[in-house]
């Protein structure tokens, strides 16, 4: 799938490149509901640590905030093997970090 034209590469991680459009659904993933410019503070499940990576960079692209992320459990499937870690995401998010 071809990217538009505006859609410039945000980052590269291990040669794959991540442009705005993937670097905006990510970052749904733990965007305040209310606005997405205010303090992040969200549990989400992660599958592992690339995945931990991109969500981070994504969140400090958009929002110029380093965020912290902190294991909260396992998600697990119905022979009880470890499917994903659940973390605890937070960032000062974009109005803090531009000091509005």
Not at 41 to 54: P, R, S, Y
């Amino acid at each position: 799938m071809s990217k538009e034209s505006n859609d410039f590469v945000a980052f590269t991680i291990d040669g794959k490149d991540y442009h705005q459009s993937d670097v905006i659904q990510t970052f749904k993933q733990v965007a305040p509901k209310d606005n997405w410019k205010n303090p992040i503070d969200a549990k989400v499940a992660i599958k592992n640590g690339h995945d931990l990576e991109v969500l981070l960079r994504s969140i400090a692209f958009l929002t110029g905030s380093v965020a912290e992320a902190v294991p909260a459990g396992e998600k697990r499937n119905g022979n009880y093997k470890k499917t994903c870690t659940i973390y605890r995401i937070r960032a000062d998010g974009y109005y803090l970090s531009i000091g509005a």
